[in-house]
C-alpha cells in the first residue's frame, strides 16, 4: 500500500533531522582530545599497514604492544585483533593524512551509519515509524553509545555489523532477495572487526531458526557454516596466538565469573536498561490489558521478534563474562543498540496506557543520561596529560630523543617521532638508563606499569636529570571511554603532570 505523501514528507523530514543531529554529537570536536593509550594502539597499528602492507606491532622504532609482546609473533604480525578497523583507518590515513580528527573519523562515520540502521531495523521489526524514532532518539542521546562511536577503536564497527547481521537475518526470514549475501558479507565482518562477537550473533541466530523457522533453518545455516569455512585459516592463525601468562588461569576462576557478571549487570543497569522500566514493562502491559481487554494479546509473531533480540543479547553477555579482559562497558558495545530497540518499544507500548507516561519515561531517559555534559565537551576545549606531555616534546626535544615513560606511551608514539621505551610494551627498559627525557606517570596502571616504574627509580641516574612541571593535570588516562571514567570536561583539582629532563 502506497504511503500519503504528507506520510513520506514527515519521514524524509525526520531523517534529515536524524543525521543532522548525528553528525554534530558525533563529529563535533571530533579532534580536540588527544588519543589515548588504547586509541593509540590502533592508530599506530594501522600506520604499519601503509609501509608494510599488514599491520604489525613494530614499526622499525617503536613497539606497540600492551600485553608483554603477547599481540604478535617473531614477525610482528599482528594478532591480537582482527585486522578490520586497521584497515579502515589506514585508508583513511591513506586518502586524509595522519592526524588525530582523520584517526576517530570512520569509527565516528559507522556510529552515524548505526543511528540510521537502528532506524530501519526497528521500523522493520516492529512496523512502526514511531517505536523506530524512539530509538533513534534514544540512541542518540545514549551518551556510552556517543562516546564510543567517537573511540578510534572497533566498537562502532562491531555494532554497526552485528545490527546489520540481525536486519539481514529478519529480511531473509521474510524472504528477501539480497538477504543471504547480505547476512553472509555482515556476519564475516563482524567476524573481523572482532570475532569475539561472531559467537553469540551466530549461536541467537541459529537458535532463533530452529526453534520457529525451521523452514529457514537449513538456508541459515548454510550461509553461517559458509562464513566459517572461508574463515577457517583465519581462526587458526588467531589460535596460535600467545595469550599473557594469567589469562587463561583467569577465564574459568569462579571468583572473576561471578565477580564480571556482577559487573556487567550493574552496568547494563546503570547505562543500558534502568530497573525502572521494569515499571515501564508493567504500564504496558496494563496499556495492552486497558486496550484489548487481554493481559496477553500479543501475536507469536510478536515474541518470536522480541527473542530474537534477547538471545542476542543473553549469548553475548555470556561471551563476554567469559572471554573479555575486564568487566568494562565497551565489550557490551553492540548490546547499546539493542537495548535502545526494546526500550522504544515499551516506551510506545506504554502510550495505550497514558500518552504522558511515555513522554516521561523519554525525559527521563534523556535526562539522566548526561548528554548535558557530553554536550559541554563536544563544545569546549580539554587538556589533558598526554596533550601536554606531547606538546612539551616536540617544542623542546629532538627526534633523535629517547624517552622513558610509565603508562602513556602509545600516544607518544603517535604523537612523536622520537623512541619511547617503557609502557606495557616488555621490551629491554636499558635504553631507558640514558634516556633524554624520563616522565614518570602519578597513577600506576597494572602490575606491567609497576614493573617498569620500579626499574626506573632504581636505574635512571636520577642526578643527571631536572624536574620539570608542564601546566596540565596529572589524571590516569588523557581520558576513557567508560562512563564512569570519563572526564567530559578538563579536571583542575589534580596535580600538574611533570617529567625529567637530562642535563648532563
Partial sequence: MKKPRNYQWTEKFLLVLIFCSACFLLLGNLGNQYLWQDEAQTALVSKTILEHGVPRGYDGKNFFSQELEAEYGEDYIWKWHPWLSFYVLAAFFKVFGIGTFVARLPFALFGIATVFLTYAFCKRLWQSRAVAAVAALLLLTSVPFLLLSR?????????????????????????????PVTLFFSSSLVFHANYMYFVPLIAAVILHSLLFHRRRLRAVLLILGLVVLINIPWIVWFATMRYGPSYGARMFSTERLILFTKVYLVKIGLYMLPPYLLLIALLAVVGNRVATGHFVSRSRIFWQKLLLLLFFVFFSIIVVIFTSSGPFLRFLAPLIPIFEILIAF?????????????????????F??????????????????????????????????VVAITYGDMPLKFYTNMRIVGGLTGQ?????????????????????????????????????????????????????????????????????????????
Fill in 151 to 179: 573511540q578510534c577503536r572497533y566498537y562502532s564497527l562491531v555494532s554497526f555489523f552485528c545490527l546489520l547481521s540481525l536486519y539481514a537475518y529478519i529480511r531473509l526470514l521474510e524472504g528477501g532477495k539480497l538477504a
Fill in 368 to 401: 539522566t543520561s548526561s548528554i548535558a555534559d557530553f554536550l559541554y565537551e563536544i563544545t569546549h576545549d580539554y587538556d589533558g596529560p598526554i596533550e601536554g606531555i606531547v606538546n612539551y616534546l616536540n617544542e623542546n626535544a629532538s627526534d633523535d630523543d
Fill in 428 to 504: 629491554e627498559l636499558s635504553p631507558a638508563r640514558q634516556a633524554e627525557w624520563v616522565v614518570l606517570r602519578k597513577y600506576t596502571i597494572c602490575e606491567k606499569d609497576a614493573a617498569v616504574r620500579q626499574y626506573l627509580r632504581q636505574n635512571v641516574p636520577w642526578h643527571n636529570y631536572e624536574k620539570i612541571e608542564i601546566d596540565y593535570p596529572d589524571i590516569p588516562f588523557e581520558n576513557r571511554e567508560e562512563p564512569d571514567q570519563h572526564n567530559f570536561k578538563t579536571v583542575t583539582d589534580a596535580e600538574k603532570v611533570f617529567m625529567f629532563r637530562k642535563i648532563r
Fill in 346 to 366: 515499551l516506551i510506545v507500548a506504554v502510550a495505550r496506557f497514558h500518552i504522558v507516561f511515555s513522554i516521561a519515561a523519554i525525559a527521563i531517559l534523556v
